[in-house]
C-alpha cells in the first residue's frame, strides 16, 4: 500500500524534498507517495491542513520555512515534542504519537514534532571523517539554523563552542536560551562574540548565517582559521568556503546536511536505515 508524505512549505516549488525521498524509498523498496504542499502563512491554516493530512491516512509530514516555529507550537499543544525539537524551539518533522494513539488520543491531538536539521550536519561532518568529538567549533549566525545544530553538536563530544554574530545579544539570548532549555547545554562552556571579533584557530568553523542568499561576505578577521569548514548553504559558490579553502582547510557546504535531515525524517517514519552517501552520489549524478 502506498505510504503519503508531505513536504509544507511557502513558497514549495522549489522543494527538493520529493525527489530526494523518493530515491530512499527506491532505495528501500517502499512505495510512497512524497508530494510538495503549499499552505497560506498563519498558524490556523497550517494546522488545518496537517490535521486533514493525517486524518486522510498521512504517514509523516516535513515542515519547511516559514512553518518550522508553527509547527513547534502545534505539537506542543497536541502529541509532543522530541528533546531535539524542544532546544531548537522548531519543527521540521511531524509524525503521530504512538503511544497517544494507542490509548485513544484522537489523530488531531496526537500530531508529534521532531528536528533532525542539527543532526543532520553532525551525520554529514562525521560521513566527511572531520573529527568532531573533542573539537574546537565556532558557529557563526545565531538564527533558527544556528539554534537547531547547538545540542547535537555538544552531543557529538565537541570540546568546545563558539558562537559568533553580527548583532551579538542574538548570540548571547541564544545561549541563555539554550541552557534553559536543556541540561546537556552548559552555557560557561559557551563564548560568544560579534562576527567580525572571531579570530584563532579552530578545528571547525561552521556558516549558519543566510549571507549566502544576499551575495555578500561575511566581515571575518585575518586572525581566522581552521581546518575544516562547512557552510550550510548549497547550490551556488560561496566566498565563506573559498576563503578557507585557500588557506588550506577542507571545505563543505550544506547539500550534505539537507540529504542527512531527509534520512533522518525518513528512517523516523519507516523503520528503514538509509544510506545516504549512495543517495547523494544518485542525486548529484542527476
Ligand atoms: P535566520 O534568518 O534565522 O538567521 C540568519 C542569520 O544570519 C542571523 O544570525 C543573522 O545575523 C545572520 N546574517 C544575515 N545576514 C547577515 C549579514 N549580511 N552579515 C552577517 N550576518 C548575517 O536564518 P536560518 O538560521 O534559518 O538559516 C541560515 C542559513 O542556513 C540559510 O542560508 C539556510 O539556507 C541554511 N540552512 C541550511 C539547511 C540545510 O539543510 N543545508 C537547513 C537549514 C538552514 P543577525 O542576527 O545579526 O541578523
Redesign the pocket.
Known sequence: MTQHFIVIGNPIAHSKSPEIHTRFAEQTGIDISYQRQYCPVDAASFTAVIEAFFHGGGIGANVTVPFKQVAYDCCLARGGLSEHAKVAGAVNTLLLNKTLRENGTPIAEAIYGDNT?GQ?LVNHIMSLNWPLAGARVALI??????RGVVLPLIEAGIASLTIA???LS?ATDLVHELSAASPTIDKQQIDTCR?AELNGQFDIIIN???????G?T?PLSEALNCHYAYD???GRPLPFLQRFSARGAQVSD??G??IG?AALSFERWTGQHIDVAKVTQTLLNH
Request: aromatic share 6%.
Open positions: 536539521d543532520g549566525g545565531a538564527g533558527g539554523a544556528a554574530n553580527r548583532t542574538k562576527t549558519a548565517t543566510s549571507i549566502g542568499l544576499s555578500d561575511l550550510m548553504m548549497y550544506g547539500y546536511m539537507l535531515q
